[in-house]
C-alpha cells in the first residue's frame, strides 16, 4: 500500500469525469443551434402573406356586399325603418372588418376609403328617411346611394382582383 506522504494518484476515469475533452464541448454547443432550427415552423414569404391578406379582404368585401344586397332587397312585409337600421348595423360591421383587412393590402386602401364614403351615404339616406316608411318605399328611396356602394365594392374586389 502507499504511505501518507505520497501523492494520491487518481484513476483516468475520474480524470475524465472531471473535465470534458475540448471536442466533445465544441460537438454539443454547436449542435445545440442546429437542433434547435428544426423545431421552428419556416415563416411565410412576404407574398404568401400578401396573398392571404388578399383573400381576407375578398372574403370580408363579399360579406359586405350579401349585407348591402340584404339591404336592397327589403319587401313590403319588412318593418321598413328599424329593419333597415338593423340591417344597416351588419353593413357596418361588414365595413369595419373591410377597413381592417385592407390595411394588408397596399392596393386596396384607395378602394376601401371609396367603399366607407359609400357608405356614409347610404347611412344618412336611412336616417333621412320618413317615419312611417314601408320597407319597399324605404328600399326605393335609397336604391340610389345602395347602388353606388354596391359599385364601390365591386371595384374593390376588382383592385385585389377577387
Not at 102 to 107: H, L, Q, S, T, Y
Request: proline share 6%; hydrophobic share 40%.
Amino acid at each position: 500500500m502507499g504511505d501518507l506522504t505520497s501523492p494520491i494518484r487518481t484513476s483516468p476515469i475520474r480524470q475524465r469525469r472531471r473535465r470534458p475533452p475540448r471536442a466533445v464541448l465544441v460537438l454539443v454547443l454547436a449542435a445545440g443551434p442546429l437542433t434547435l432550427t428544426g423545431c421552428t415552423a419556416d415563416a411565410p414569404s412576404p407574398r404568401e402573406r400578401t396573398m392571404a391578406a388578399i383573400d381576407g379582404l375578398c372574403e370580408d368585401l363579399g360579406a359586405l356586399r350579401m349585407d348591402v344586397g340584404k339591404l336592397a332587397g327589403l319587401s313590403p312585409r319588412s318593418r321598413g325603418r328599424d329593419e333597415l337600421k338593423d340591417l344597416r348595423e351588419d353593413v357596418a360591421h361588414d365595413l369595419d372588418l373591410v377597413k381592417r383587412s385592407a390595411r394588408g393590402v397596399r392596393k386596396a386602401r384607395a378602394g376601401a376609403g371609396a367603399v366607407s364614403k359609400a357608405y356614409d351615404r347610404v347611412g344618412r339616406a336611412i336616417d333621412d328617411l320618413p317615419g312611417g316608411v314601408t320597407g319597399a318605399q324605404a328600399s326605393s328611396l335609397i336604391r340610389p346611394h345602395l347602388e353606388a356602394l354596391d359599385n364601390a365594392i365591386a371595384a374593390s374586389q376588382a383592385s385585389v382582383k377577387c
